[in-house]
């Protein structure tokens, strides 16, 4: 089983920035994608960005030019540099990865959440 820790979250004024990371925890996995959703008040989850293991990656348009995503393979992590910021970017964010191990051939699990909020 792998288990994804969110943090990084908080308020913010608009223009500002956060960073948020997530950790990936387990025995035997792989991680092959990465990525951030987030889910307003009232609205469905959306995808913010993913990134793969080769280092492809992909935007909401609502994000582009304003956040980055990378990874670390050696720690399992995944960050999201968000710059720029909205109030339109408040929402919950929730870390997504998906795997195979020694018992499954695809897996994916999701963190907690982390709570980001942009002031105006």
Same mark, same amino acid.
């Given at each position: %089983? /792998? %288990?994804l /820790?969110? &943090? *990084? *979250? *908080?308020? /913010?004024q $608009? *223009?500002? &920035?956060? +960073?948020l990371s997530c950790a990936a925890s387990g025995r035997g996995f792989s991680i092959f994608v990465m990525g951030w959703y987030r889910q307003a008040p009232g609205? %469905? +989850?959306e995808l913010? $960005? /993913?990134i793969r293991s080769g280092g492809n990656t992909n935007y909401a348009d609502s994000v582009k030019g304003r956040f980055t995503i990378s990874r670390d393979n050696a720690k399992n992590t995944v =960050?999201? %540099?968000m710059n720029s910021l909205k109030p339109e970017d408040t929402a919950v =964010? =929730?870390?997504y990865a998906e795997y195979y191990s020694s018992t499954r051939p695809w897996g994916s699990t999701w963190g907690q959440g982390t709570q980001v909020t942009v002031s105006s």
């Open positions: %089983q /792998v %288990q /820790v969110e &943090s *990084g *979250g *908080g308020l /913010v $608009a *223009g500002g &920035s956060l +960073r609205k %469905q +989850r913010v $960005a /993913v =960050y999201l %540099q =964010y =929730y870390c």
